[in-house]
């Protein structure tokens, strides 16, 4: 059994920061890619950044110099840096794992229950 489990979303007001994580437990043989996606009110999920085991990161054109991701192996964790915030940022943020569980040949994908982030102005 693989849990992603999110902490760190909140209100802020407009140019605010805020630090998502999320942390992998469980029977685990390997992690490869780790992301955040962001979902609106009344849109579908979509991704915001991603970064793989070896630490290379992509993001989405919204995001780019105004968030971070960033990943610490050693504790199964990622983390959403999110500065400069702006109201289109409010939405549940759910982070996802592509997982290889013990025991298994191939990685499936999981995901976090998902945190809310409210930027007000």
């Known amino acids: 059994q693989v849990q992603l489990v999110e902490s760190g979303g909140g209100l802020v007001q407009t140019g605010g920061s805020l630090r998502l994580s999320c942390v992998v437990s469980?029977?685990?043989?390997?992690?490869?890619?780790m992301g955040w996606y962001h979902q609106a009110p009344g849109k579908q999920r979509e991704l915001v950044a991603a970064?793989?085991?070896?630490?290379?990161?992509n993001y989405a054109d919204s995001v780019k110099g105004r968030f971070t991701i960033s990943r610490d192996n050693a504790k199964n964790t990622v983390y959403l840096q999110m500065n400069s915030l702006k109201l289109e940022d409010t939405g549940v943020y759910f982070c996802?794992?592509?997982?290889?569980?013990?025991?298994?040949?191939?990685?499936?994908?999981?995901w976090g229950q998902g945190t809310q982030v409210i930027v007000s102005s």
């Open positions: 469980g029977s685990i043989f390997s992690i490869n890619s």
């Open positions: 970064i793989t085991s070896g630490g290379t990161t």
């Open positions: 996802n794992a592509k997982v290889t569980p013990s025991g298994w040949y191939k990685f499936n994908d999981y």
